[in-house]
Every structure is written in structure tokens, then in C-alpha cells.
């Protein structure tokens, strides 16, 4: 790894972007995106170290730093590569690009530009080699990147310099203490490793990083998945302070994704849905630190970021079935974001104004563009798990989100390609997105699912609709949104996913195909609310349903004409 990269242009075989653009890819195309990760990458810390040459620190200087980390990447190049491009580290790159360009805040830039003397620190550690840096410490605590996180006792708090010291494998981190002098610790982070004899030796001073570990079905060696919860760049932007996990939940998050793992290992071709897991390098558990209280059966929020390849923030569900859907779909946006690293696919003005399926709020074009390939390769996952359901209940279910994700994501893909904003590539990817989501709209699928799927779309686009759109003023015009509007829950989603045995609201009546019982519910309702948006979607799509006229169509189409309110 050296600071003179000579890069040969990249140029993506026809056959790797069609697979791409199907919405799957093969190992060989995800291979050639992240070696193209790898080049950004390289070119991305060139520019920032460009940048922090003249930083007055009190730290290390950046070109000393940087001489340790590649003497050690000549000793010890595989798990340095890995160093610097791991998802946080990327994360640092381009949040100190950000900070350096006036677009982001956090600490003092000295401090966040310090933690390349950590990530030299840890390379050290790799190498074997010995070096001293001085270092930026928070209250104590080093991060390590990859490996863990020093704890000096009794150290002073906020932000402070110390030293770390790198020796045939051994950390000796020391800094001021809380009252006088100087603390220190010494530690063996390659040793005392999560989960490893003696890792508990050094408890209170050294924390190892935790990783989630699974192993293929041919009994090949273990696949090893970070389990992020204390480099301060694991975020999609901002610097975070260390969030350790307990010892339950962290082994709640090992049990979930062993059987996410296995849910995942339908074999067969490479195609949407079906992911190559030495995808994601790492997984940062969001929002919670401990199993109490209990978390919900789906992830309620999960997301990554094209500056942190491979990586991924999750809130743990409790279903290992919603966190495998939740690998596919974190890792679609991975690769698109990697495809639009190398290709200009949209001209996007940024203008929040296109209807996502999957979303409560407009969308610009290039978040539309994101949510079509990952609920595409969602629909995908879904179809797997319809190929090898087993039971009623099973079986429904996997249809009802095939049947919804396949719709949705073409409604969506038919939106970019009469954007007119595609470029010549964008349009290869959204054709090819199309082709895919074309031939499994014409899969059967049981007619109960079916049913409640075309229902749960139609009635979140109404919803979407009434709550976002508002009605023309006097004369045409294009559309306009409403200024008061506000984020809604999504609560049919779900809800519609099992047809109730004994209905009982109107969206159960509604899912159980009983619109005239639906409609009259959704009428007591809006007797008491006319212009509730949740009641009248409702009864605009059970109305639709009894009533297939164009005159119902209409509605549909534009439900926030619909003025006054009919009462029945």
C-alpha cells in the first residue's frame, strides 16, 4: 500500500453490468466493484492526505503517521488492505473531506485527523513492527480501528494527547490522569480478541472488537462479519462516541445472523436476492445495547452508505428472517452505490417530487434509483423464500412480499425511465431491472396474497397521495405538496402481510377481502374526520374495489381532488 498508486483505467465488461443491471451480480462483478472500491478509495485518502499536511496538531504529524501504516502495509499487506478499507474507515476518509471542505462539524479537526495515527497504530500491531505516536485520546479511550479499544483508568476527561507504543505486538497506551501524573495501559489486542482465551485479562482496559462469525455449508473456514460498536466513524457521517453492546445482546446478534446465514443459503445461480455474505465487512448495531426491552419482529430502520462499502447500520430484530432481508437489501444499495462510483446513470436536480413505494415522504431521483435496485433485490429474496416455503402460513406470506415488492419496484423503475434524467447507462440499468421485475410479474402467485398486495400498494400510494399532495389551487398546473406535511406511519405494510382469521377494523376487513364490511367501517370513521388520510385512503380503495368504474379510477389517480368528502 503506497501513497503512489499508478491506477489503469477501469473499464467493466458488457456482460458484469448487465448482471448488475439485472439487479444480481456474480462474484466475478462484485470482485470488479470492489476492486473499483478499493481505487476511490486509495485516490479519496491521497486528496485528504493532501489536505492535513500543513494541519497544525499536537499530534503526530500526518506524513509520520502515514510512513508507519505503510511500512507496516509492506510488512503485513493482507490485514492492512483490510485496515484501510474497511466501511469505517472509508466513513473517516470522507467525513474528514467534508470537515476539511466546511460541510460537516465534530471535534476540533486536529483530533479527528489523529485517527490516522490510530489506524497507523493498528497497522503496526498487524506488522509486528515498532513505533510511537502521540494520540488523541477522548476521556481516555483509544480507539483501535479493527481490533478494540483502549481504556486508561483513572484518566483525565475530554479531549487530551497521549502516546501509543507498538513493540512486537504489544500497545502500550499512556495519557494524563483524572488528577495528577500520567496512567497507562499495556495490552495485546491480536491476542485478546473477542471471544479468545484470556480476552477477559485485560476487562475495564482493553475492549475487543466483536465480530459475528458463520461458516459456509461446505465447511469451508469462517467467514468472520464485524460487529461495530466502537469506532467513532461507524456512523454514515457524523463522529460517535463508543456504544458497547452487553454480552446478551451480543450474543442475540450472533444467534440472529448464524440463522439469517443459513436462511440465506438457498443455493443456485447468482441472481437478485441472492447475496455473496464475504460481502459485508461490517454491521453496526443501531439504537439499542442491550435484549430489553424486546425489539420488533421486523427491522424498523437500516441503512449504509457509498463512502463505507460492505457496510451497514442495523436495528436488531427479532426475526432472523427480517434481518436476512435486511443483508440483501443493505448490500443492493452497496453495489449500486459502487455503480455510481463509475458511471453517471441520472441527472439528478436534487428535487424532492417522485413517489417512492416504500417511503412516506417524495423522493429525489437518485434516492428513487436506490430504492427500486434494493427492493428488486428484495422481491428477489422473497421469491427464494417462496420456492422452499413450507407450510400455509409460510407460503402466504413469502407470496404476499414478492407479489408487493415486485409491483412496487416496477412502478418505481417505470418512473425513472420516463424521468427523462436517465443517462445511456441509467437506462441499461433500469431496462434491466425492468426485464427482471417483467418475467416475475408473470410468476403465479397464490390469488389470496395476490389480492392483499395489490391492495396494500394501492392503498399506500392514496395515502402517500392525501398526505403529501395538495389539491390544485384555481386553474391547471402541476402538482404541488402540501407545506404542512409531516412523517406517517406505514402500518399496512405489515398489517396486510396474513389475512386476519376474525376481522375486526376496517383494514382487516379490507386484507380479509371483504370490502363492503371495509367500507362501512372506514365510513363510521370518517363521520367523525372527514379529511382523516388513513380512513379516506381506505375507503377510496375498498370503494375502488366494489366499484371498478372509471369514475373510482380517477379517484385513484388523484385522490386529493376528491372534494367533498362522499359519505358512502
Not at 191 to 207: H, M, N, P, S, Y
Not at 392 to 420: D, K, N, P, W
Amino acid at each position: 500500500m503506497t501513497s503512489e498508486q499508478h491506477l489503469a483505467p477501469f473499464r467493466m465488461p458488457d456482460r458484469l453490468f448487465a448482471e448488475l443491471a439485472a439487479g444480481g451480480g456474480s462474484a466475478t462483478a462484485v470482485a470488479f466493484l470492489e476492486r473499483a472500491e478499493r481505487a476511490r478509495r486509495l485516490l479519496l485518502l491521497r486528496t485528504l492526505l493532501g489536505h492535513l499536511d500543513a494541519l497544525p496538531t499536537p499530534l503526530t504529524p500526518v506524513a509520520e503517521a502515514w510512513r508507519v501504516l505503510k511500512e507496516a502495509a509492506e510488512a503485513s499487506p493482507e490485514p492492512v488492505e483490510r485496515l484501510l478499507l474497511a466501511p469505517a474507515t472509508g466513513g473517516w476518509i470522507s467525513h474528514m473531506l467534508r470537515r476539511v471542505h466546511g460541510t460537516a462539524t465534530g471535534p476540533p479537526l486536529w483530533a479527528e485527523a489523529g485517527h490516522l495515527c490510530a489506524l497507523a497504530i493498528a497497522a503496526s500491531l498487524h506488522a509486528g513492527t515498532e513505533t510511537a505516536l502521540d494520540v488523541p485520546l477522548t476521556s481516555g479511550r483509544l480507539p483501535v480501528p479493527g481490533l478494540g479499544m483502549v481504556r486508561l483508568p483513572d484518566a483525565q476527561e475530554g479531549l487530551a494527547v497521549g502516546r501509543a507504543m507498538t513493540a512486537g505486538g504489544e500497545l502500550t497506551v499512556e495519557g494524563p490522569g483524572s488528577a495528577a501524573g500520567t496512567v497507562r495501559v499495556a495490552c495485546r489486542p491480536l491476542r485478546q480478541r473477542a471471544g479468545a482465551a484470556g480476552a477477559g485479562a485485560e476487562e475495564g482496559r482493553w475492549l475487543p472488537l466483536r465480530a459475528l462469525t458463520h461458516t459456509g455449508p461446505d465447511g469451508a473456514a469462517p467467514v468472520t462479519v464485524v460487529l461495530e460498536d466502537l469506532d467513532p466513524y461507524r456512523d454514515l457521517d457524523d463522529h460517535l462516541p463508543p456504544d458497547r453492546l452487553d454480552e446478551d445482546e451480543a450474543r442475540e446478534w450472533q444467534r440472529l445472523f448464524g440463522e439469517a446465514v443459513r436462511i440465506l443459503a438457498r443455493p443456485g445461480a447468482p441472481g437478485p436476492g441472492r447475496v455473496d455474505l464475504a460481502m459485508i465487512r461490517a454491521i453496526v448495531p443501531f439504537g439499542r445495547t442491550a435484549v430489553s426491552p424486546p425489539p420488533p419482529p421486523f427491522v424498523q430502520v437500516s441503512a449504509s452508505s457509498g463512502d463505507s462499502f460492505g457496510g451497514m447500520l442495523v436495528v436488531r430484530p427479532a426475526s432472523a428472517l427480517a434481518l436476512a432481508e435486511t443483508l440483501v437489501h443493505e448490500l443492493q444499495h452497496s453495489k449500486l452505490a459502487a455503480l455510481l462510483h463509475l458511471f453517471p446513470l441520472l441527472d439528478d436536480d436534487r428535487a424532492e417530487r417522485y413517489y417512492a413505494p416504500w417511503r412516506t415522504d417524495p423522493r429525489h431521483l437518485t434516492g428513487l434509483l436506490h430504492g427500486a435496485y434494493a427492493f428488486t433485490g428484495v422481491a428477489g429474496f422473497w421469491r427464494d423464500r417462496l420456492a422452499g416455503a413450507e407450510g400455509a402460513e409460510a407460503v402466504e406470506r413469502a407470496a404476499y412480499f414478492f407479489a408487493l415488492r415486485r409491483l412496487q419496484s416496477r412502478l418505481a423503475v417505470r418512473t425513472l425511465l420516463t424521468s427523462g434524467r436517465l443517462t445511456r447507462q441509467g437506462r441499461a440499468l433500469a431496462s434491466g431491472l425492468a426485464r427482471t421485475l417483467d418475467g416475475w410479474l408473470r410468476e403465479p402467485v397464490p390469488p389470496a396474497a395476490l389480492s392483499r398486495a395489490r391492495a396494500a400498494a394501492v392503498l399506500h400510494r392514496t395515502e402517500w397521495r392525501l398526505r403529501n399532495v395538495a389539491p390544485p389551487s384555481s386553474g391547471a398546473g402541476n402538482p404541488r405538496f402540501r407545506p404542512d406535511r409531516t412523517p406517517w406511519p406505514d402500518v399496512r405494510t405489515h398489517t396486510f402481510a396474513t389475512r386476519p382469521a376474525e376481522p375486526r377494523t376496517a383494514d382487516e376487513h379490507l386484507a380479509a377481502g371483504d370490502a363492503a364490511a371495509a367500507l362501512a367501517r372506514y365510513a363510521d370513521q370518517l363521520a367523525a374526520d372527514p379529511a382523516e388520510p388513513h380512513a379516506l385512503a381506505g375507503w377510496i380503495v375498498a370503494r375502488a374495489v366494489l366499484d371498478p368504474g372509471r369514475t373510482t379510477r380517477r379517484m385513484l389517480a388523484r385522490p386529493e381532488l376528491l372534494q367533498p368528502l362522499p359519505s358512502g
